[in-house]
């Protein structure tokens, strides 16, 4: 496959398979919850993978653990960077503490100290930079070079991809075929992951991505057939806040017609809320964009077995109070 003229490397499900055995007995194999209110008032039957309750809060701890395992020894060794302000960061830094190697993050100055301190505790090394006047990825390939470590991004990455689908296998696997597969949708890793498996496990299954309204550039560059990048949005679905799609997952979702929907602030408070309220759970606004559209009716789910990825949990106590009240 190329992207922009250059050959790019796609993860297929053979390499969801190799990252699985990696990730047995290191991720949480999270339960999958239902709810007789959230079914009533869909008229389907939903299925819900609870990665909020994964290593790190989130399911990013799937894809850096495979991506770090992944290494040559000798690499490894070395250590790696990466450049995130969230998930991605925390998830990386643990990886890589269970793996005996070091962890370098590129964050930016104003990024929340909650998750600040998070990353500093699972042991990662924080760079920061400022995110109006330079550029992450640039001092991460300096902090390469300069030091022979490995960049691990948050999704655009053959190992991090396929570490991803390992959650939709577990929930294939668990809730048996379904007929939609539902996945937030920022830089487009977990969805590539996951459709992946739902290919060769659910071959008939409907795929949907579902990003914050205010950014919906992977839609607008599927619709045009090339990335589009975009200013960057304002959301509460931080998790999903990027400008742009990786290159593998937009050629992964482009090559096998995946769908998209988005909701709005408004959906996600009142999605949050469902999952605090009924379902007794803390999912963090991004990991609650897949129910925000589901119940606002962007996607077509009436009689059918639907499975939603919550992908996240990491929200601060202030924050959720605030989203609650």
């Known amino acids: 496959m190329t992207s922009r003229g250059v050959a790019i490397d796609l993860p297929s499900y053979a390499d969801v398979e190799r990252a699985a055995a990696r990730l047995e007995g290191v991720a949480h194999r999270t339960p999958v919850l239902t709810s007789h209110t959230a079914d009533a008032r869909t008229g389907a039957g939903l299925f819900f993978k609870c990665e909020n309750l994964q290593r790190a809060g989130a399911f990013k701890f799937r894809g850096a653990y495979n991506a770090v395992r992944a290494l ?65 990825e640039a001092i991460a390939c300096d902090l390469a070079t300069r030091r022979g470590l490995a960049i691990i991004p948050p999704f655009d990455h053959h190992d991090v991809i396929a570490g991803q689908g390992t959650a939709a296998k577990e929930l294939l696997e668990e809730a048996g075929p379904l007929d939609v597969l539902v996945t937030p949708l920022g830089g487009g890793g977990l969805l590539s992951g996951s459709v992946l498996s739902a290919r060769a496990l659910a071959p008939h299954c409907e795929v949907w991505g579902v990003e914050p309204e205010a950014g919906d550039d992977a839609r607008q560059s599927l619709q045009k057939g090339e990335i589009v990048t975009i200013p960057p949005p304002r959301s509460i679905a931080d998790g999903a806040i990027v400008t742009h799609i990786g290159e593998r997952p937009f050629a992964v979702l482009r090559r096998e017609n995946v769908q998209t929907a988005v909701a709005s602030d408004a959906e996600l408070f009142a999605a949050l809320r469902f999952f605090a309220e009924r379902m007794k759970i803390v999912v963090e606004p991004t990991g609650c964009l897949g129910l925000a559209a589901v119940l606002n009716g962007s996607i077509p789910v009436q009689g059918k077995r639907v499975g939603i990825v919550l992908s996240g949990g990491n929200v601060d106590t202030a924050s959720l109070a605030k989203f609650l009240a």
């Open 72 to 136: 040559v020894p000798e690499q490894r060794k070395r250590g790696v960077v990466t450049f995130s302000s969230g998930n991605h960061a925390q998830a990386l830094a643990l990886a890589c503490r269970l793996q005996q190697t070091t962890a370098t993050i590129v964050m930016p100055k104003d990024a929340p100290a909650t998750k600040v301190q998070a990353t500093m505790g699972y042991g990662g090394e924080i760079v920061f930079y400022d995110r109006y006047t330079e550029d992450r």
